[in-house]
């Protein structure tokens, strides 16, 4: 259910001015509009549906969603403590975003997840996700997206920068890099070497790329120098 909330819902408020109200976007004829009933029915609520929503109440679910999944779509994320879920969780996240605003697609033979978010932080929580799930995923930032609605018959510019975030759909299987990739160069100094809790294993990202890396260990360059 959180997967469809970052994706396409919101919480709102009642007369009393407590968040209680959530709000699924997904129209009468959608693909996903019964998957999603059929969701809200097994965690025990009931839900009302208008043309184009599900709405359903649940003043401790709005605060849990609003925690674990941030308010406002430029707002919007997935918290430490649910991209610390199992992995088998995290695919049952990610597949539930994706079908929310994403999409899979075909291109030189492969086949990719897309993904897309005007929020900063959910970018890249989606990639250490896609990571986790153990996929290939790297982002570009776009300029707001112009878009023609027909029913308000004029063009319609967004208010800030997008995500677009492709994700490679068969699970990683690790890259070696080749010896063209690598050259020499000559330094004098001190050499930085960064360390995790319980492994040398870092995340490091460039320019939208992210990729798991080993570091250098005391082990490896005494065994060099020997």
Aim: glycine fraction near 8%; proline fraction near 2%; include cysteine.
């Amino acid at each position: 259910l959180l997967g469809w909330y970052i994706a396409e819902g919101f919480c709102s408020k009642d007369k009393i001015n407590e968040y209680n109200k959530i709000v699924i976007c997904e129209p009468k004829k959608g693909k996903y509009r019964n998957e999603i009933i059929d969701l809200i029915k097994r965690i025990g609520l009931n839900n009302n549906c208008n043309q184009n929503e599900i709405i359903f109440y649940s003043k401790q679910l709005c605060k849990l969603l609003q925690l674990d999944g941030g308010i406002g779509a430029p707002n919007k994320k997935i918290s430490k403590r649910m991209l610390n879920l199992p992995k088998d969780k995290l695919k049952i996240l990610f597949k539930a975003l994706v079908k929310g605003d994403g999409s899979k697609e075909q291109g030189d033979k492969k086949q990719y997840y897309f993904y897309g978010t005007t929020s900063k932080e959910l970018a890249h929580n989606f990639i250490e996700l896609s990571l986790k799930c153990g996929y290939t995923a790297h982002y570009t930032k776009c300029k707001p997206i112009k878009t023609y609605s027909k029913k308000l018959k004029r063009t319609i510019k967004g208010n800030y920068d997008y995500y677009r975030i492709n994700i490679r759909y068969k699970e990683f299987e690790g890259h070696i890099w080749s010896k063209k990739a690598i050259k020499r160069t000559n330094y004098k100094g001190k050499v930085w070497c960064v360390s995790v809790q319980d492994n040398k294993n870092l995340l490091v990202g460039r320019e939208g790329k992210f990729i798991f890396c080993g570091n250098t260990t005391s082990e490896l360059v005494t065994n060099h120098k020997s």
